[in-house]
């Protein structure tokens, strides 16, 4: 049996994919085409599976995202995803995204083994605005609560109890759905078009809603390229007649390789939904609403630092020249390429011919040659900034925000682990953890000082 955090996130998260579908249009169309692309790809070859994952596993994944406007709210919202067996891993300062950048920083909030779900949580930095906006933004957040007292009470059982159970399991996932849903009501008109004015159209999706509605919730597909082919099509033959304004111009991200890296990602595009402003003077503004949007993903290979460090360089070159193809010629494209010159992590396992035989340090080249030994690439499990601050962009209608304030902040994780009130992982320490047990397991001896 499954622990009830475990039991509990998964529940929440099919019950947070039949809330998306029902709110936004074309999302169970995009779950449908993934599912169907994902199937095609693991009939054609297998080895694109995650091992033990299946079809329906991988296509039952979700990464939402969400936006948060003062500390208490992330605070609690860490405590929330506490209940999940969600823990915040890597620090994003997507206010230092380049011509992309956004005034947020950001963590996700995941398990950290075996992830399966995975929520991108942004908290609007205030102090990117000039005085007189900052005190209207302030003003607009500080009475907001979106944790219900129930909620609360439910969150500080399971801190009690270690998880949920029965009739609070079930009262936690419909207090949880209702916090992430879309309520389509607003307040602060003025301050709204304000912020859209001055181009913070994320601050304004923020200050202004009563709760951090879902801004995606992303399927897993096995092949971007061949997904975003799909759901093109379809956009233009049997889901022509529903309203849409197509797919995102790009796929953010590494380009295709052979050897998948890191993180690629794209979406349809989001619609102008309506949104009914309540003013204090009791009067209703009626408007339109841009934030939802159907996100999709590919998840490769986990990059070490020195991996990162060659993206990175690559990454600032494709920007300056506009040819990805070019600047990321220069990453090998051959998973065997990228262990033996130690820029991804890898799981080692020995093949059914060797069963459990366990071999020297100073052999595994050989076995590796033999095939004795096998690798298989350790998925990438969490966000590169460029690309979200990338996909936040294209669906908010607005790339990139200048800094108002002329005061100079420098945004650090300590900081965001102040308003968390708890640490933060680093994510290489997961990898680097899963693939030195996994390297252990097959080589004998207690020296390990030998690594790959």
């Given amino acids: 049996m499954p622990h009830p955090k475990t039991a509990l996130r998964k529940r929440l998260f099919a019950a947070l994919s039949a809330l998306y579908a029902r709110e936004v249009p074309l999302y169970d169309k995009l779950l449908e085409t993934v599912r169907d692309v ?8 297998p080895a694109r599976l995650p091992p033990g994952r299946s079809v329906d596993e991988i296509s039952a994944e979700r990464h939402g995202a969400i936006r948060l406007g003062k500390p208490e709210e992330i605070r609690d919202m860490a405590r929330f995803f506490a209940c999940l067996d969600m823990m915040p891993v890597n620090f994003y300062n997507l206010a230092d995204a380049g011509a992309k950048s956004q005034p947020v920083i950001s963590t996700a909030f995941r398990p950290l083994r075996d992830a399966d779900h995975r929520v991108f949580c942004s908290l609007l930095m205030t102090d990117a605005f000039a005085p007189a906006m900052r005190r209207r933004v302030d003003d607009a957040l500080r009475e907001r609560r979106i944790f219900s007292p129930a909620l609360l009470q439910l969150i500080e059982i399971s801190e009690n109890e270690n998880g949920l159970t029965g009739g609070n399991a ?25 912020l859209v004015d001055a181009r913070f159209n994320i601050a304004a999706d923020i200050a202004c809603f009563p709760n951090p509605h879902l801004n995606h919730l992303t399927p897993n597909s096995l092949d971007i390229d061949e997904l975003y082919t799909e759901m093109t099509r379809r956009l233009q033959g049997p889901y022509a007649h529903l309203p849409h304004r197509g797919m995102k111009d790009s796929i953010e991200g590494p380009p295709r390789r052979a050897a ?8 349809y595009n ?26 999709i993903e590919q998840r490769g290979a986990a990059m070490t630092p020195g991996g ?28 065997d390429a990228l262990r033996r010159e130690g820029l991804a992590y890898f799981r080692y396992s020995t093949s059914s011919q060797a069963a459990k035989t366990r071999i020297p340090a100073d052999s595994l080249a050989g076995a590796l040659t033999a095939g004795t030994v096998v690798i298989h690439p350790i998925r990438y499990e ?23 304030s002329t005061e100079t902040v420098t945004y ?7 308003y968390l009130e708890t640490n933060i992982t680093e994510a290489y320490e997961l990898y680097a953890a899963e693939e030195t047990a996994s390297f252990r397991e097959i080589i004998e001896g207690d020296d390990h000082t030998v690594f790959p």
């Fill in 412 to 418: 650090t994780k300590e900081r965001l682990e102040s």
């Fill in 308 to 335: 990162r460090r060659l993206y990175d360089k690559a990454l600032a070159e494709a920007e300056a020249t506009g040819d990805l193809e070019g600047a990321f010629a220069r990453i090998p494209d051959s998973f």
């Fill in 38 to 45: 994902n199937g095609r790809i693991a009939a054609r070859d």
């Fill in 260 to 267: 998948p890296i890191l993180l690629r990602q794209t979406a």
């Fill in 170 to 194: 079930d009262a936690f996932v419909a207090e949880a759905t209702a916090l992430f849903a879309w309520r389509g009501t607003a307040r602060y008109h003025g301050l709204y078009r304000a």
């Fill in 382 to 404: 969490d966000f590169l900034p460029v690309s979200a601050a990338g996909i936040f962009a294209s669906n908010l209608g607005q790339y990139g925000t200048r800094r108002e």
């Fill in 270 to 295: 989001a619609l102008d939904e309506a949104v009914v402003f309540a003013e204090n003077n009791g009067s209703r503004i009626r408007a339109t609403h841009r934030a939802r949007f159907g996100e």
